[in-house]
């Protein structure tokens, strides 16, 4: 099973700053499974990236993702109110799917 | 405007039993896969399940194998997760989620979650 790690486990960053997220994977994953979802408090998740880099309807262009083999990052451009929440990335593999523990973004 | 509205949660004792169901609407369910995902409380996503549009290929977890059962029933429209022998471990919401269509193994819409409490 491959085991996705984010870090960092949390970033206090302030509106208006650039949020850089990593996601790394235990073996190398492919970029066409690798996702990006954002939870806030009492909400379902909402899918923000698909294939590593491709931005999900209606997801602003200040989020971005990119990467490959094991190494992947979604950069949030420039932080607005609405995007402080939880990140998660998440990979499909061998008839599996995992998710990373999340990366929280909060007011600094 | 795609909805998925799940129902069936509670409060069950360990060892016991319950289903969860996601009625679709807005898209033709029938064309697409669809999964189950969990979050205990505080903690992070946890893939459960999937199914294939038309029921040819299930999934599962580790964790879950052997005691849940996903099932869709294309006509109805609904997506199933039948909970045998619970415990206290299997307490979370569990989300019910659509396949990015287009085969990128990525879940697009979900569910408003329903609350599984395995308690005594």
């Known amino acids: 099973e491959i085991v996705l790690t984010q870090s960092p486990g949390t970033l206090s960053l302030s509106p208006g700053e650039r949020a850089t997220l990593s996601c790394r994977a235990s073996?190398?994953?492919?970029?066409?499974?690798l996702a990006w979802y954002q939870q806030k408090p009492g909400q379902a998740p909402r899918l923000l990236i698909y294939?590593?880099?491709n931005r999900a309807s209606g997801i602003p262009d200040r989020f971005s993702g990119s990467g490959s083999g094991t190494d992947f990052t979604l950069t949030i451009s420039r932080l607005e109110p609405e995007d402080f929440a939880v990140y998660y990335c998440?990979?499909?593999?061998?008839?599996?799917?995992?998710f990373g523990q999340g990366t929280k973004v909060e007011f600094k | 405007e795609v909805q998925l509205v799940q129902s069936g949660g509670g409060l069950v004792k360990p060892g016991g039993s319950l289903r969860l169901s996601c009625a679709a609407s807005?898209?033709?369910?029938?064309?697409?896969?669809m999964n189950w995902v969990r979050q205990a409380p505080g903690k992070g996503l946890e893939w459960v399940s999937s199914?294939?549009?038309?029921?040819?290929?299930?999934y599962y977890a580790d964790s879950v194998k052997g005691r849940f059962t996903i099932s869709r029933e294309n006509a109805k429209k609904s997506l199933y997760l039948q909970m045998k022998s619970l415990r206290a471990e299997d307490t979370a919401v569990y989300y019910c989620?659509?396949?990015?269509?287009?085969?990128?193994?990525?879940?697009?819409?979900w569910g408003q979650g329903t609350l599984v409490t395995v308690s005594s």
């Open positions: 199914i294939s549009s038309g029921s040819g290929y299930m």
């Open positions: 989620a659509r396949d990015l269509r287009g085969g990128w193994k990525s879940f697009d819409y």
């Open positions: 998440q990979q499909h593999g061998s008839s599996l799917w995992t």
């Open positions: 073996q190398s994953v492919s970029s066409s499974y």
């Open positions: 807005g898209f033709t369910f029938s064309s697409y896969n």
């Open positions: 294939g590593a880099s």
